[in-house]
């Protein structure tokens, strides 16, 4: 899942995603908000229920931020919070949001933009996975 206000980024993250065919299923969200009111709708225990296995979220939107969605997020059922892996991805580098954002259960910040190097390590730190070359 994305979740970026930005749909310059979006578009952006979504053809680097699609490019290193890393996913099956791409959804976007543009705040946190939207973000949280689709993960209560994707991760019910039915049928056609599944969490994302990764949300690369921005912190800085309107409606709702990152750091507001990660407090609605430790809302929800422990065993939905473990199955999801959480990355910040900013522009913002500042050490107080990259230690706010430990503090949430985030797994990892990281800067923007989006590389194939960033999402190597994500998949390799946290899926056990390595991209392959084409």
Known sequence: MLVDDDPVNNFLNQ?????????EQLIVALNGQEAFDMLQHHCQPSPDGACPALILLDVNMP????????????QLPLAQQKAIVIVMLTTSLHPADAARAQQLCVSDFLSKPLTKDKINGVLQKYFNNILTEK
């Open 63 to 74: 409606v709702m931020n990152g750091f507001e969605f990660l407090q609605a997020y430790q």
């Open 15 to 23: 053809r680097l995603l699609e490019g290193l065919a890393v996913t």
